[in-house]
Structures are given as C-alpha cells and as structure tokens.
C-alpha cells in the first residue's frame, strides 16, 4: 500500500495512518501513535510504540520515518505499511 506524501515527505492524511502497524525495514514491528509537532523548529514528528520487548515510544521526524532507504542490501520505504488482517 503506497502512502500519498507531500513536498515536504509527510502523509497527506497523517489521520488515516494512526494506529496502523509498521514494519521497519529490518523486521520489527511498530504501531504509529499520533504525530506531533516539535516545539522548537514546529517540524512534524512521528510518536510510535515498538510492537516487542518493553513496547517503549519513540518519535522521529516524519519525513525521515516515511523515507526511502537505499542500502546496499536493500531499497524500500524505512517503514512499511502493514496491510490489516481482517
């Protein structure tokens, strides 16, 4: 599932991703919480919770959680968008 970004690299409907699941490009999985905004430079941020071990949140700058990655073993978005078992 491609996920629309603007100029800036963020979700056009940020709404729409929180509390979906995401698997990082190395094969942990996490859920986004909500996106935020950083006081200091007003930067959107993405707040997300690890999907193991002590579940603990983290938050990084949304352009740089929904950016491609280019590795020498790997090309493809740092996050993925898990599809939705139903």
Do not use: C
């Not at 859920?31 to 997300?48: H, K, N, Q």
Request: aromatic letters at 12%.
């Amino acid at each position: 599932m491609n996920i629309e970004l603007d100029a800036n690299g963020v979700p056009v409907d940020p709404k729409a991703l929180e509390g979906r699941e995401f698997e990082h490009f190395k094969g942990r999985r996490y859920r986004l919480v909500e996106f935020a905004i950083d006081s200091e430079t007003l930067a959107p941020l993405v707040v997300y919770r690890q999907l193991y071990g002590e579940h603990r949140l983290w938050v990084r700058p949304a352009p740089m959680f929904f950016e491609t990655v280019v590795r020498e073993d790997y090309s493809g978005p740092r996050f993925r968008l898990v599809k939705n078992e139903e």
